[in-house]
């Protein structure tokens, strides 16, 4: 099972996009494929068709109040892609967690549960690619998400704000790969919201191959109007324009991904 | 002196565009502005042309030592426009503040503090203007600015996500004004980053009109290439590119925020 975090702290820079879109394509070459909605905002959520009443299991649940993994996972319309929602109240887990001990190891110990409950139960692992949708910030969430991931995938806007923020990010990537997560790598850099015609955008991708040797996939994701339609029809980008450039992008990445496979 | 928190917790909405170019925009109407970047990205302080090394005078001073404002106040290229910087540690000062009493009203304090030391000292408020750059969320940072701000202006990207968002923000609005800050007024919604080629920009405006009557910004800022490069020049935009779309959408803006005065 391969488990991946895909974040960056700077804004709308298409991590949710990525992550819907990722996760289908990952389901149409055959994959069983869990993403995880850790944004209060709850955007993941609402783009796979799943909104989550108070009271109901959502990942605010699995971070609280222990509950497991398994009670909480949604049928998304994409065959072999499930989804465990965020809901609202997430936006005060990070002040009510303050001051519990291990709160940065909430989600590597419900996971760890969830995959040792399967199994014993079916002696299959649950998943073959779990996939944790980041909030734009570097606080308790998106710590969680990383100390419990095995890979990072950043997704980079090719703007100019893009490299400010990168070299923070990294910073933390190490910090929590030496003090919690030893076995954490970079598997890549996906820019986002590319467009060719642009100089400013096919400057960022030059300096991000350069700060980066080896890291960025192959293929930017192009802007595409269509991705940006899809969360509005509760669709990804297959169901709703399955012949875009969006379909393909996403399509090809997720060939890069299953190529590269991280070193078990 | 009108006190302005741009807000929302959606990332790359275009509030730093915002805070930056309106800042600047009514310093060329006369008006002494104040902008305080209050996210740890730091992105307003590099698009101002202020990089702040560690141990210098910051927000980041402001919040946890009691560094007066006077103290971190930086100069811009444009006339009339003062920065109080960011720093990266300010990621930090959630967790370090999270146990401080009164830790909502930290900023509050130092702008009163502030506003009565220049009082005391030249018989003026020290600006006509004072802005606040949020960072993407709805924690501590944010919290401070909504409670020192006497007016809230939400930007908004005309996409498909903006609007899942803004009920939240609006409930934590309300909530601020209740308990913390009675005389906090939401003066308005700007359209950010909007294309009226879209079906779907097009549509979530007029969403916007029906769920905030009489509280949309008449003029949308227009998607533009101009307002995308001019922080990788340290310029804004009316610097960068006065003729430009960018630059007349950000002037006008300005008038509008001029001629609808606070209650004050
Ligand atoms: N390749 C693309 N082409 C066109 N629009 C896109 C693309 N990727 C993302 N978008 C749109 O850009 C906006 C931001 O994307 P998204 O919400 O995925 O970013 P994010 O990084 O998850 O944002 P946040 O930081 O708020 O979580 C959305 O409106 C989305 O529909
Ligand atoms: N009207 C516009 N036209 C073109 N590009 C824009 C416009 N407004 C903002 N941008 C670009 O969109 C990106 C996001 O804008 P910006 O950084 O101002 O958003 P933000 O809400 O401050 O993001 P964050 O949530 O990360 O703080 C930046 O690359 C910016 O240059
Ligand atoms: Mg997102
Ligand atoms: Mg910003």
Redesign the pocket.
Same mark, same amino acid.
């Given at each position: 099972m391969r488990v991946l975090a895909?974040i %960056?702290?700077?804004?709308?820079?298409?991590?949710?996009?990525?992550?819907?879109n990722l996760g289908a394509a990952l389901a149409r070459e055959g994959q069983r494929v869990v993403v995880f909605d850790l #944004?209060p905002?709850a955007? $993941?959520s609402l783009?796979l068709g799943s909104e989550v009443g108070r009271g109901e299991a959502s990942v605010y649940g699995v971070l609280t109040e222990g509950l497991p993994i398994q009670q909480s996972l949604r049928a998304t319309a994409t065959e072999g892609l499930q989804l465990v929602p965020s809901h609202l109240d997430l936006s005060g887990a990070e002040l009510e967690l303050a001051s519990t001990l291990g709160r940065e190891t909430l989600l590597r110990d419900a996971l760890q549960q969830w995959v040792a409950d399967r199994l014993a139960e079916t002696g299959q692992e649950p998943a073959d690619f779990v996939i944790f949708?980041? @909030? @734009?910030s570097l606080g308790l969430l998106s710590v969680n998400a990383l100390v419990a991931a095995d890979e990072v995938m950043i997704?980079v806007?090719t703007e100019f704000f893009a490299l400010q923020g990168l070299s923070k990010l990294v910073e933390v990537i190490q910090l929590l790969r030496r003090r919690m997560n030893p076995g954490l790598s970079l598997t890549g850099i996906i820019p986002?919201?590319?467009d060719s015609r642009l100089k400013l955008a096919r400057e960022v991708l030059v300096e991000l191959r350069k700060y980066f040797p080896g890291k960025v996939f192959q293929n930017p994701?192009?802007?595409?109007?269509? $991705?940006?339609?899809? @969360?509005s029809f509760g669709q990804t980008i297959f169901e709703y324009a399955p012949d875009s %450039?969006?379909a393909k #992008?996403y399509q090809r990445l997720a060939r890069e991904v299953l190529g590269n496979a991280a070193k078990t």
């Open positions: 895909i %960056n702290q700077k804004g709308g820079v298409g991590k949710t996009t990525t992550v819907a #944004d905002q955007n $993941l783009y949708d980041c @909030p @734009p997704a806007q986002c919201l590319y994701i192009r802007t595409n109007v269509r $991705l940006a339609e899809s @969360p %450039n969006g #992008d």
